[in-house]
């Protein structure tokens, strides 16, 4: 396969895969935006926390003032030169998949395509008005999940099993792992084990908030059977394997990929080694081992561990 | 102003439906406009989400643009498409001939049928190729030849395209489409397929690999980028032909082999289709500030490495001065006369031409010889007294530099605009693929259609659109007879 395929389907799937999160970032936002305030809602931080999330408020603060909701919706669903907004992940995902149509279905395309053609269109009926809100821009978070789902099942049934599918997987799993670990980082104060007694119930709806964004509410007491600790939370998206989104569930597959393209092209290299080293850490830490690390010291290191593995696999692959 | 008379593909002029239209002509009149409508609006969507769309320079807001598509087919007779097919077989072999002539032996200009300035002067021929063969004496792969017909079996070339031709992916996308929008329609004739074009493609392609070369040839695609206005057609066409679609950057060319970079590390790449023009093929050879092409390319084809396809250097035989010499570039090579006739040109830098067409400047079109997009250009009929006597300057100043042409009268076919059903001006480009075991044409083309009401102007670039371009079975007479009784009770 050529290099630049490679390149491209791997960003291809790491945008769709962000347009996604963005939109649940958003729809966790509005729900704890609308709390009244003595449920710890209102308070004003809620919108500024999406943005730390997303990675985006030292961007946001060089064009705006004021983090409201208004202007936050506005800057993550249209902004087209914010890297983390709806429309900047739909034009490079769809940048992407035009310079690999080859590579990929007709049906994986078009998905791709049409979600970006509604999406202007969406653009064109709602960025005049003065002032977003959550109903006008509710189509684009819908057309970012759909893409997503549309992206992720049909490579899923309808890819060959090649070189292809394995570098769009990686690039999947790593935004996916990325995302989780940010969304951790930004509430890790919330979930440190004393907050419960410090806290109090206040938290509760942040603690569910968390949940939601990476669809786990249901999952949390499927796994559990017991009213929601914020420590559990953190074991569930770090350590859980059997909950998709959870760092450890990501690194098993993305060992699972990375081995696949070094068995199909008959080599084994850094690449692989990282990954694997990664799987095992997260693999044999357990909760105590995060707290006494300290949690965002822990996530942090993750992240720059998770970069570690794009970097290792371009000089591997892509520019050899 | 003169008022032309078009002959209409569907009603002769103005006299009794043509027999291959007769299903047409009843479809339309059993079709509601609003039915038609409504089809028209799904092809439209199709087109879009497949993304069949081309990039208009210059325009960010409507930065691609569909190519409207007109859904009532253009129609040829089996019989009718059998006499373009020998016509446009000839024309290829003798374009090849000329070609390996012009850069070998040069024995057309020594007999003087074909001046030497408009050889050595012309820009498009390329010194660097002088001398050398190209594989299997084959030039011109794939060559798009534009047809105007003008009556019953009045058939013309209008330009010779022998550099990289575009426009197949539409022949074949829009049978693709019309083949979903109207089934009964598609059935009701008897249509010869196109789908097999990529197949024919990539046997010819690879039947002029390098003998160098692996068993299976690897074949790549070479295009010049995302945003390019044809960027669509070349990764339709690659996807088809199960070939890479490369870029200049994912190529390197070391000890004159070609390779393409892969996540496995660089690989031979044999025969390459490039769709990128000569003067950026190479920037060690032609421009150097080309970013889109690869340095060292042409050596690797020097060597013997490489087949390129289309050569280098074929431009020679495709502009507007060699043309008019084309007649006699089939009798010299081929001895035969030429089946498909060139539209009549007066080339001025003939004295009686010239005389002539300075007689008759209100009703000629005159040309620089190697202007393009309508530059440099005397429209007779439509020009002022001034304009013309502007021009009878430059004529006389300069005969060399131009030729002229009677405007001409292209047909039309029945076509679905704001109005309803009305005729409108259209040409053919049908694509001639030839390799090393002979010449193939995939029965059918791009039919351009001018979509704006007495247009000659076909040009994508400047609103015009498309049709499918059915060659079907010769209707059955007597099943005919019938069937127009029956309509008339």
């Known amino acids: ?17 962000r347009a996604e999160f963005t939109a649940r970032i958003i729809d966790i936002t509005s729900r704890l935006a609308a709390l009244p305030k003595a449920y710890g809602g209102a308070s004003g931080a809620e919108w500024e926390s999406a943005l730390v999330a997303l990675g985006a408020h030292e961007r946001f603060r060089k064009t705006n003032e004021v983090a409201d909701e208004s202007a936050v919706l506005r800057f993550l669903v ?3 030169d914010n890297p983390s907004s709806i429309r900047y992940c739909m034009d490079r995902a769809r940048a992407n998949a035009r310079a690999v149509r080859t590579a990929l279905t007709a049906e994986m395309w078009q998905g791709v395509n049409s979600a970006w053609i509604e999406m202007l269109n969406i653009e064109r009926a709602v960025a005049p008005f003065e002032r977003m809100t959550r109903d006008r821009i509710d189509p684009a978070l819908d057309a970012a999940k759909g893409m997503s789902r549309d992206f992720d099942g049909l490579a899923y049934r309808n890819m060959l099993r090649n070189d292809a599918y394995w570098f769009s997987r990686v690039g999947l799993y790593t935004e996916r792992a990325d995302n989780t670990a940010r969304l951790l980082d930004v509430k890790y104060h919330v979930l440190l084990p004393e907050t419960e007694t410090v806290g109090g119930s206040l938290d509760y709806f942040q603690w569910t908030a968390i949940l939601r964004a990476v669809s786990a509410l249901t999952a949390y007491h499927w796994v559990y059977r017991e009213s929601i600790k914020p420590w559990l939370i953190a074991d569930l998206l770090i350590r859980k394997k059997e909950m998709p989104r959870s760092l450890v569930s990501c690194y098993d597959n993305l060992a699972g990929f990375v081995d696949a393209i070094g068995r199909a092209y008959g080599q084994q290299g850094p690449a692989q080694r990282h990954a694997r080293a990664v799987l095992l850490r997260l693999e044999n830490t357990s909760l105590d081992d995060v707290f006494k690390t300290g949690v965002h010291e822990f996530l942090s290191e993750f992240i720059e561990d998770n970069n570690k593995l794009g970097a290792l696999l371009a000089e591997q692959y892509l520019l050899n | 102003m003169l008022e032309q008379s078009f002959w209409d593909e569907m009603n002769a002029s103005g006299g009794d439906v043509r027999s291959v239209y007769a299903k047409i002509d009843a479809w339309l009149r059993e079709t509601p406009p609003d039915v038609l409508s409504a089809r028209r609006s799904q092809a439209e969507l199709l087109f879009r989400r497949i993304g069949i769309t081309f990039a208009v320079y210059g325009s960010k807001d409507a930065s691609e643009r569909l190519i409207p598509f007109d859904i009532i087919p253009r129609i040829i007779s089996q019989s009718e498409w059998g006499l373009l097919e020998r016509g446009l077989v ?8 000329f070609l390996t002539d012009i850069y070998g032996a040069r024995e057309i200009l020594r007999a003087g049928v074909v001046p030497d300035d408009l050889v050595f002067r012309n820009p498009h021929f390329c010194p660097q190729m002088a001398g050398r063969r190209a594989p299997h004496d084959i030039w011109v792969h794939i060559a798009g030849i534009d047809i105007v017909r003008t009556g019953e079996n009045e058939f013309y070339v209008l330009e010779d395209n022998a550099r990289t031709p575009s426009g197949v992916s539409y022949m074949l996308e829009n049978r693709e489409v019309m083949m979903r929008l109207l089934p009964d329609l598609f059935a009701a004739h008897r249509i010869a397929p196109v789908e097999n074009y990529t197949d024919l493609l990539l046997n010819c392609l690879r039947s002029v690999a390098p003998a160098t070369a692996a068993r299976e040839p690897v074949v790549a695609l070479l295009t010049p980028g995302q945003f390019n206005s044809a960027y669509y057609e070349h990764s339709f066409l690659a996807d088809r032909l199960g070939v890479e679609l490369v870029e200049g950057s994912d190529l390197l060319v070391r ?6 970079r892969t996540t496995q590390g660089p690989k031979r790449i044999d025969v390459l289709y490039r769709r990128i023009d000569d003067d950026y093929l190479d920037p060690l050879a032609f421009r150097p500030d ?10 690797a084809y020097h060597a013997g490495n490489l087949t390129l396809s289309n050569a280098v250097g074929t431009g020679v035989a495709d502009d507007k001065a060699m043309y008019t010499y084309m007649p006699e570039i089939v009798r010299f090579y081929l001895g035969e006369e030429a089946i498909l006739k060139n539209v009549p040109t007066w080339r001025c830098r003939e004295p009686d031409a010239l005389a002539y067409v300075l007689d008759h400047l ?3 079109v005159v040309k620089e010889v190697n202007g393009s997009g309508g530059y440099g250009m005397l429209v007779g009929p439509h020009a002022t007294r001034e304009e013309r006597a502007a021009f009878r300057e430059k004529l006389l100043a300069d005969p060399v530099n131009y030729i002229a042409q009677p405007t001409l009268s292209l047909s039309t076919c029945p076509t679905f605009v704001e109005s309803g059903v009305a005729p409108r001006h259209v040409d053919l480009r049908p694509f001639v693929l030839t390799g090393a075991n002979g010449s193939r044409v995939v029965p059918g083309g791009l039919t351009r259609v001018a979509m704006r009401e007495g247009s000659l102007v076909v040009n994508s670039s400047q609103g015009g659109g498309t049709k499918d371009t059915w060659i079907i079975e010769d209707p059955d007479m007597r099943a005919l007879a019938s069937f127009s009784s029956q309509r008339s009770v």
């Open chain 2, 362 to 364: 209100h009703e000629l």
């Open chain 1, 1 to 17: 396969m050529l290099a630049r395929t490679a390149d491209n389907l791997y960003w291809l799937a790491r945008y769709v895969e």
């Open chain 2, 255 to 260: 000890d004159d082999v070609l390779y393409m």
């Open chain 1, 78 to 80: 249209f902004d087209a």
């Open chain 2, 290 to 299: 080309s970013v889109l092409g690869v340095p060292g390319v042409l050596n």
């Open chain 2, 90 to 97: 000839q024309r290829v072999k003798a374009i090849n001939a």
